[in-house]
Every structure is written in structure tokens, then in C-alpha cells.
């Protein structure tokens, strides 16, 4: 049974950091990438970041560079989403997702196949 649980959300103030973890099971790790989502009260479900499990490369959306880091651990099956210098705009429900599609990296939910139960994220002002 594929499954992707995530963890380490919660309420920060801002500037503050969190680190989200994505554990996943039941696949091959090796064939996919893992992406981070988020989704807000009222809006669309949009990309944040996401690493190819095959060679390591990230990606970043526009509204998290320089902010937010993902790195993966594939002996453990585990990615990692450190985001630091948060702001009230990145208060959301955090998804990660495994994408087995050659465009993974364009962070479009449907390029993915699986998907975690989300971990809430509140950054207060």
C-alpha cells in the first residue's frame, strides 16, 4: 500500500522556521519525485518545491526561493521541507506528493500520483 505521511507542522511567528517531514512506503522511492503543495483557506492548491529522487535536483517555486529548502534521505525514504523566514502568506495545509511523470518539475498537482493527508502550517503576524 503506497503511503505518504507528513509531519512537523504547527504554529510559528513570523520569521520563525519549521521543518516538514514526508515519510513514504509501498513504492519505489527511486522512481519518483517528491513534491511539496500547499494549499490555503479559499485558494487553489499550488506547488512549493519539489527533489527528484533519481539525481537530487530541486525545485523551487517563485514564493519560496531563498526560504524554503527540500532535501531527501533515500536509504530512509524520507524528504525534508525546511522553511525558514516564514510569513503569514505561507499559512496553509502542506501536502507532499509522489509524481512519477517526466514533468514533475513543473510542481502541477495532476503530474502526481500519490498524496499525503497534508500537516497544517500557521504562521501568525
Known amino acids: 500500500e503506497v503511503q505518504l505521511v507528513e509531519s512537523g507542522g504547527g504554529l510559528v511567528q513570523a520569521g520563525g522556521s519549521l521543518r516538514l517531514s514526508c515519510a513514504a512506503s509501498g513504492f519505489s522511492f527511486d522512481d519518483y519525485a517528491i513534491g511539496w503543495f500547499r494549499q490555503a483557506p479559499g485558494k487553489e492548491r499550488e506547488g512549493v518545491s519539489c527533489?527528484?529522487?533519481?539525481?537530487?535536483?530541486?525545485y523551487y517555486a517563485d514564493s519560496v526561493k531563498g526560504r524554503f529548502t527540500i532535501s531527501g534521505d533515500n536509504a530512509r525514504n524520507m524528504v525534508y521541507l525546511q522553511m525558514n523566514s516564514l510569513k503569514p502568506e505561507d499559512t496553509a495545509v502542506y501536502y507532499c506528493?509522489?509524481?512519477?511523470?517526466?514533468?514533475?518539475?513543473?510542481?502541477?498537482?495532476?503530474?502526481?500520483?500519490?498524496w499525503g493527508q497534508g500537516t497544517q502550517v500557521t504562521v501568525s503576524s
Open positions: 527533489i527528484s529522487s533519481s539525481d537530487g535536483s530541486t
Open positions: 506528493a509522489a509524481g512519477s511523470s517526466t514533468y514533475y518539475y513543473t510542481l502541477q498537482d495532476f503530474d502526481y500520483d500519490y
